[in-house]
């Protein structure tokens, strides 16, 4: 069979993306050049196991295919819909030679779990250098049911405008707390998870129990979730979290160094508790930057559910900038624990974001236990309703150390009508509350 150079199109486009992943610190996010030299196959539902693998002469199945890839062999798999659960195990492609699976010329590929007991349709365990490209992963329904999973000791993997649909825990009963995934990253104290890229997929319709669309945990470094469309979710749509007791050592239990950019996040709505479009849940040093966030319990959240074992793995050094939130029923923008024995959030800066009719009848923007937040040049803006522009429920001990500057409020209230509760108190006016935390907090307007 002959040798094969190939360059993943796509991707070129998008090779050079610029990012501010920390505080004064730019840096070049660069999805990396897939480059495959190796050999060809293909598969198709019409083919043969006992076939060459050739494009006139298929293998039957997906997971057969994936039994011959080497460093740099590419994997094209025809139209058609695939009942298998794809194992990824010890697969390593190189830095300069990946392995590639992929759709053919963009047909429409699905991996159904239609008819199987909780299924991950594709997991991806101690392997590197690999490309998932345009397939569909679909109709998996069950406890801990997967679309993607992606396990420890796993680095520089690549999932490239795939399709992840119609995922479900199965059953209406939520007491014993059921899980499903559309994407999971999840690592462990000896096996991490680094480098990997989450580019251009289609999440959709997933019942996910008490977990999430598209979740990173325990172990994760350098994960970049860019420019997805999360949608249908009946809980959280994206998710980086940590200090769950995942990883035995305590330093290494949560995301450090991730970047969630670009993505569209729309209805994610749980039945039985608020559930964010975008959440941060004991992750350090994560930048939300440029994404959208739409018709969801809430926006974009930054918290802190556990208490790790040392306060300096607490949820840190996070920045949300330039995303627009709108339209979310309880709240734009959430910093901190909500309950004054569990973690710290701290060193976060929201900057540049607009945020309007979010919280109508609740709140715009919430702060809890949280210490250092810097909240700078973001537009709240609500053209009806009664919202709480600032609700800050609990005393200066446990938010403190708040900076606001160059805001802009607008809401259907006079100034000395609309309601803000801050380190506890109540204020009636907006400049009353000014003179609380300086004149360079931001301006109001009354919405007509």
Same mark, same amino acid.
């Given at each position: 069979m002959k040798k094969h150079f190939y360059i993943f199109s796509a991707l070129i486009a998008f090779t050079f993306i610029f990012i501010t992943a920390m505080p004064q610190r730019a840096e070049a996010l660069n999805l990396p050049e897939v480059v495959s030299k190796g050999h060809v196959y293909y598969v198709s539902s019409s083919g043969s196991n006992s076939a060459k693998g050739s494009k006139s002469a298929p293998f039957k199945t997906i997971s057969y295919g994936i039994s011959k890839l080497k460093a740099g062999d590419t994997l094209y798999i025809r139209k058609g819909t695939y009942k298998e659960k794809l194992n990824l195990k010890k697969l390593n492609g190189k830095k300069n030679n990946y392995i590639t699976i992929s759709s053919y010329k963009k047909e429409k590929v699905v991996v159904s779990g239609a008819g199987m007991s909780s299924p991950t349709l594709l997991s991806i365990k101690n392997s590197s250098y690999i490309c998932v490209n345009n397939i569909e992963f679909s109709s998996a329904t069950g406890l801990e049911s997967c679309g993607i999973f992606i396990g420890g000791a796993t680095h520089h993997i690549l999932l /490239?405008?795939?399709t992840i649909k119609d995922i479900s825990i199965g059953t209406d009963d939520l007491t014993d707390q059921p899980c499903a995934n559309g994407i999971l990253l999840f690592g462990s104290s000896t096996k991490g998870i680094h480098d990997v890229w989450i580019y251009k997929n289609k999440l959709s319709n997933l019942n996910t129990g008490w977990a999430e669309g598209l979740s990173v945990s325990a172990n994760c470094k350098r994960i970049y979730i860019l420019?997805?469309?999360? /949608?249908?979710? *009946?809980? =959280?749509? =994206?998710?980086? @979290?940590?200090?769950?007791?995942?990883?035995?050592?305590? @330093?290494?239990?949560?995301?450090?160094?991730?970047?969630?950019?670009?993505?569209?996040? @729309? *209805?994610?709505?749980?039945?039985? +508790?608020t559930s964010y479009g975008i959440y941060v849940d004991g992750g350090q040093n994560i930048t939300v930057s440029n994404n959208t966030v739409t018709k969801c319990s809430g926006g974009i959240e930054i918290g802190a559910e556990e208490k790790p074992k040392k306060e300096k793995y607490s949820t840190s050094n996070i920045v949300v900038k330039g995303n627009t939130v709108k339209n979310n029923v309880e709240c734009a923008i959430s910093v901190g624990g909500y309950a004054k024995n569990l973690g710290w959030v701290k060193n976060v800066t929201i900057k540049n974001n607009k945020c309007n009719n979010n919280g109508l009848n609740d709140s715009v923007l919430n702060l809890t236990k949280c210490n250092n937040v810097t909240i700078k040049n973001n537009v709240f803006k609500n053209t009806s309703g009664e919202a709480s522009l600032v609700y800050s429920e609990f005393s200066s001990k446990y938010t403190k150390n708040?900076?606001?500057?160059?805001?802009?409020?607008? +809401?259907?209230?006079? *100034?000395?009508? =609309?309601? =803000?509760?801050?380190?506890?108190?109540n204020y009636s006016s907006f400049d009353k509350w000014l003179k609380v935390v300086g004149s360079k907090a931001g301006k109001y307007s009354v919405v007509k």
């Open positions: /490239t405008q795939n420019s997805n469309t999360v /949608t249908d979710v *009946k809980n =959280i749509g =994206i998710d980086v @979290s940590g200090n769950y007791g995942y990883c035995k050592d305590a @330093s290494k239990d949560f995301p450090t160094d991730c970047v969630v950019s670009n993505n569209k996040v @729309s *209805k994610c709505i749980s039945p039985y +508790a708040i900076s606001f500057e160059g805001n802009t409020f607008s +809401a259907p209230q006079k *100034k000395n009508e =609309i309601g =803000i509760k801050y380190l506890g108190k």
